[in-house]
């Protein structure tokens, strides 16, 4: 049912929890055309539940663009601003683009800063709709678990 191969494709250097920070993007649109030396996105991001801002960036290089929402100040949001330092903010889009791209028939995964996928040969969704098949694809689930990985599928 699957292919042997874990398939290591992006490396990048960056921790999605920064002190009392748990980040996440959502509504991500990521402009893989117009990114050059950095990607070219807006998104909606969130700490710890709570939307915060949306951040974008124009793909040429530069800082990303973090605005407040519900008419917030942007002293609210300036500890986000910096974030790229490291490539938060950065990872996630491009882990936002890899499961979207890669999810139909992959397990998309982290260990540390890698991201793998582990192709199957029929879609998540028809493995998840024979009850047969979804004890497999749990018990896979659950052994890549124990080997350290984390599953960032979005549709599991």
Not at 22 to 39: C, D, I, M, R, Y
Not at 48 to 58: I, K, L, P, Q, R
Not at 69 to 75: A, I, S
Not at 108 to 125: P, Q, R, Y
Request: hydrophobic share 30%.
């Amino acid at each position: 049912m699957k292919e042997k191969q874990v398939i290591k494709f992006l490396n990048y250097n960056f921790n999605q929890k920064q002190e009392s920070m748990n980040l996440t993007l959502k509504n991500v649109k990521h402009f893989e055309a117009g990114s050059e030396e950095t990607p070219n996105f807006v998104a909606d991001l969130y700490d710890n539940g709570t939307h915060v801002a949306e951040v974008s960036n124009d793909g040429r290089g530069g800082s990303n663009y973090v605005h407040p929402v519900n008419g917030g100040k942007y002293e609210s949001v300036r500890k986000y601003d910096n974030l790229d330092v490291e490539c938060d903010i950065f990872g996630m889009v491009y882990d936002y683009g890899a499961v979207t791209k890669y999810q139909s028939n992959c397990l998309v995964m982290k260990k540390g800063d890698e991201l793998h996928t582990c192709k199957f040969n029929i879609s998540i969704a028809k493995l998840k709709s024979s009850p047969n098949n979804k004890t497999w694809l749990e018990n896979e689930i659950k052994d890549y678990q124990k080997k350290g990985f984390t599953i960032i599928n979005r549709n599991l």
